[in-house]
């Protein structure tokens, strides 16, 4: 049976290398059998602003309940985003916090014990960055990766989750970016084994 598998894309900008790796991502999916379904956070009409945190329920827009059901039949979640200031664009931020809320991707139980509603998913992180990976890794310490692994992923229960980089894009020529495409292509590949 076809692995479902959904990428959603935290770059605004269409014109952006991280739009060429989803399709790049999507292209090898589909080779190898998966079921592709995007999400482009910044093509989305939605307000960013999670305004009364959860003490308050705020009214979910028509393009945030179609990325809920689309997340809730995903069987394997990319992310694909660049590295700005160490995270990930507004955009991307405030899609997870309106989008990644008690009852639907967490819950608690009467005795304080976290429900994970998105359990046996698993995810792919895909980030870009103007810095060579090795100080992302080492200096930064992996804080996007570790941001959206830990405090996000794991918590509503998607254990398994994977990172790949692609560092210092901005001198990089046409062959390195076919190179990153490739890449792209290949990893969808190995994923969905």
């Not at 991502?25 to 999400?39: F, P, T």
């Not at 995903?74 to 809320?101: C, N, Q, T």
């Not at 998607?158 to 790949?164: D, E, G, L, T, Y």
Request: some cysteine; proline content about 3%; aromatic content about 10%.
């Amino acid at each position: 049976m076809a692995k479902r598998v959904l990428i959603i894309n935290g770059h605004p900008d269409k014109e952006s290398l991280n739009y060429a790796i989803s399709d790049a991502y999507e292209k090898g999916a589909i080779e190898g059998g998966a079921i592709v379904k995007k999400i482009n956070t910044g093509e989305l009409d939605f307000d960013l602003n999670l305004k009364f945190g959860y003490k308050k329920e705020v009214k979910l827009e028509e393009s945030l309940l179609n990325a809920i059901a689309k997340i809730k039949d995903a069987e394997h979640i990319v992310f694909i985003f660049p590295l700005w200031w160490g995270s990930y664009p507004a955009v991307m931020k405030g899609f997870i916090d309106r989008v990644f809320l008690p009852k639907i991707a967490f819950d608690h139980d009467n005795n304080g014990k976290r429900i994970e509603f998105l359990r046996g998913k698993t995810a792919r992180i895909i980030i870009t960055m103007e810095q060579p990976v090795w100080y992302y890794r080492f200096v930064c310490r992996a804080c996007a990766t570790a941001q959206l692994k830990n405090v996000t992923l794991n918590f509503c229960g998607i254990k398994k989750v994977k990172a790949a980089y692609f560092g210092s894009i901005g001198s990089a020529g046409e062959k390195r970016i076919d190179n990153i495409l490739k890449t792209a292509a290949s990893i969808a590949q190995r994923d969905i084994l």
